[in-house]
């Protein structure tokens, strides 16, 4: 019997293979919606839901429509953009073909990848606009924290801006993995990597005050998610996208995208600038590589400045001019 290799078949079979290699199930949810939007595409574009009639001309038109989709247009979880998708996204969209197709040739579907010809397009290094102290400020001064939901939304503002923990991590840290007397919690990471995340002592008490007041009973006793709807249901990462860009539009913010990232950007700019070393920062936000750290903390000219006035070596020496 001749294997199918009918696209939608294989997809399915991709998500199987990455199961089963234990890849991150956001990895995988990642994967499939941009597999699932490539088909589309195709579908749409009349062109066969074959991959053996695929060429590389057709992931490249794919890749031009691209250009032209707006950011989020397709992401449940965040509020539709006018700008066009990032130049990173369109990477990822490269990279996840590549990825697809490849396992289509090592699984033996296909005698050769269409996209092995497809090249990746470099992202733009651009610097991410972060939170500013005064922008900090008015968001937070925009919760009700004397309610329930309020004061849970302050503590996860609070953390991401702590720690810069990833949405997915931060919804799924589960109570015995919180260690408010030490100071620390574990998150599973990417790559199923668990690591340690230390907390300030504003962020401990906060918490601390969550858990005796405010944190409702779980719907269930299974139920070990720190963070819960007032209903005892683990918090979702659509309901923390939609509180804090409501937080956002309440305090009134502009040139800045009110989002979970945006706290984990702020948090990584603003570790450096306080004096936080490189290596520290890595480890923290779950990274192997320090180039991708970088890309948190790309600094303004005016960053530069104050941290130059912060550390100036000759400011720092007893100096006299005549």
Known sequence: MSRSTELATLIQGFRLYCLAEGRRPSTIRWYMGE???????LEDNHVPLDAELLRVDHLRSFMAYLREVKADANNPYKPSS?????????QGYARTLRAFFSWCVKAGYLAESPASLLRVPKAAKTIVPTFTPDQIGKIFAAVDASTPAGFRDLCVMMTLLDTGVRLSELVNLQLPNLHLEEAYFKVMGKGWKERMVPIGAKVQKALWKYLQVYR???????????FLTVHGRPLSPHTIYERI???????????????????????????????????????????TSLAVVRMYVNLTDGDVQVQHRRCSPVD???????
Request: glycine share 10%; charged share 15%.
């Open 245 to 287: 860009a409501l937080y956002g539009k309440k305090a009134g913010l502009v040139g800045v995208r009110c989002s979970p990232h945006t706290f984990r950007h702020t948090f990584a700019k603003n570790f450096l600038l306080n004096g936080g070393d490189m290596f520290s920062l890595q480890k923290i936000l779950g990274h």
């Open 216 to 226: 409702p009973e779980p719907i269930h006793p299974g139920v070990q998610n720190l």
């Open 316 to 322: 720092r020496m007893k100096i006299r001019l005549s």
């Open 82 to 90: 006018s700008a066009p998708l990032s130049s990173r996204t369109i």
């Open 35 to 41: 597999l699932r939007i490539f088909l589309q595409w």
